[in-house]
């Protein structure tokens, strides 16, 4: 069986590296893996898309609409954005932050209110404040590993396996934190 991932964000909050490590850590453990990262305005403030699929042999890098299994938000916004991705039992684990895009920030719109609240009427919704979470451990930069960490265990694998990985894949001088922030993301979901 085929496991679906998405990881949504905007840019510059860790979006491809998240889906790498995903991806490295299935691929560790001997599953097939496809991964498919769509750009949006990829650079600081733009929507940043990457599916991660994995299973014993797997075809096709895209996630359908409706077929994911769990979708990884790191900003509010883009949780809603791209909730009708999610399958009827899957989970939605969103960083509760909020990031004005560019139509908010002119006021051509409104960022809209109760996202949190609105997606828990339709789906399992699990949250963290990770960018608290991040610089209450001194580094801004590490909130996807805490969130990557919270949803671990809806992606399943051994937390040492993740841990081998995040060191493999973070850069060097990043590698401790960048654990530490994982760690405690894991352990505030389970």
């Not at 750009?39 to 994995?54: D, L, P, Y």
């Not at 265990?153 to 922030?181: M, R, S, Y």
Request: negative net charge; proline residues 2%; charged residues 25%.
């Amino acid at each position: 069986m085929t496991k679906n991932i998405m990881i949504v964000g905007v840019g510059g909050q860790g979006t491809l590296l998240t889906s790498r490590i995903i991806g490295k850590t299935a691929m560790e453990l001997g599953y097939d893996v496809k991964i498919s990262e769509v750009h949006g305005m990829a650079q600081r403030g733009g929507s940043v898309v990457t599916f991660v699929r994995f299973g014993e042999k797997v075809n096709e890098p895209v996630v359908e609409e409706g077929q994911a299994d769990v979708i990884i938000a790191f900003e509010r916004l883009e949780a809603l954005r791209y909730s009708h991705f999610l399958k009827k039992d899957g989970v939605l684990v969103v960083n509760d932050c909020r990031i004005d895009p560019m139509t908010v920030v002119i006021g051509a719109k409104d960022y809209p209110e109760n996202i949190i609240e609105n997606l828990s009427e339709k789906h399992s919704v699990y949250t963290i404040d990770g960018q608290k979470i991040a610089l209450e451990l001194g580094n801004s930069k590490v909130l996807n590993s805490v969130v990557l960490g919270y949803a671990a265990g809806f992606i399943g694998f051994d937390k040492d396996i993740w841990l081998k990985v995040v060191e493999a894949t973070v850069p060097a001088k990043t590698i401790e934190i960048n654990k530490k922030a994982f760690t405690y993301g894991y352990e505030a979901q389970h």
